[in-house]
Nanobody, 125 residues
Framework: VQLVESGGGLVQAGGSLRLSCAAS????????IGWFRQAPGKEREGVSC????????YYADSVKGRFTISSDNAKNTVYLQMNSLKPEDTAVYYC???????????????????WGQGTQVTVSS
């Protein structure tokens, strides 16, 4: 059971990045995958999630209209396309997996059982 994030980096405000989360060791269709982030000195917060079974999505208000989550079930990979990035988006981004019927389309931390190692996103002003 493994989640591996990639795609983080340094970008100027207004720029874009695409994060990837590759999952292995799961029955992917049973999962919901969520993206969370944690900035220094702040609590981890939910960003977006997607159900691998019906592709339903959910976004935090802070990223609506700027971030898009998608899933390629053939590749067991979930993507987070981040556009119009702001300095306040700077954080370590984590992907997490939980059973889709437990997660139920939410970003509740304790419904996600498996976590990746995180990837740093830094947005300069």
């Amino acid at each position: 059971v493994q989640l591996v994030e990639s795609g983080g980096g340094l970008v100027q405000a207004g720029g874009s990045l695409r994060l990837s989360c590759a999952a292995s060791g799961f029955t992917f269709d049973d999962l919901a995958i969520g993206w969370f982030r944690q900035a220094p000195g702040k609590e981890r917060e939910g960003v977006s999630c997607i159900s691998s079974s019906d592709y339903s999505t959910y976004y935090a208000d802070s990223v609506k209209g700027r971030f898009t989550i998608s899933s390629d079930n053939a590749k067991n990979t979930v993507y987070l396309q981040m556009n119009s990035l702001k300095p306040e988006d700077t954080a370590v981004y984590y992907c997490a997996a939980g059973l889709s019927w437990v997660v139920a389309g939410t970003l509740t931390l304790n419904t996600y059982n498996y976590w990746g190692q995180g990837t740093q996103v830094t947005v300069s002003s």
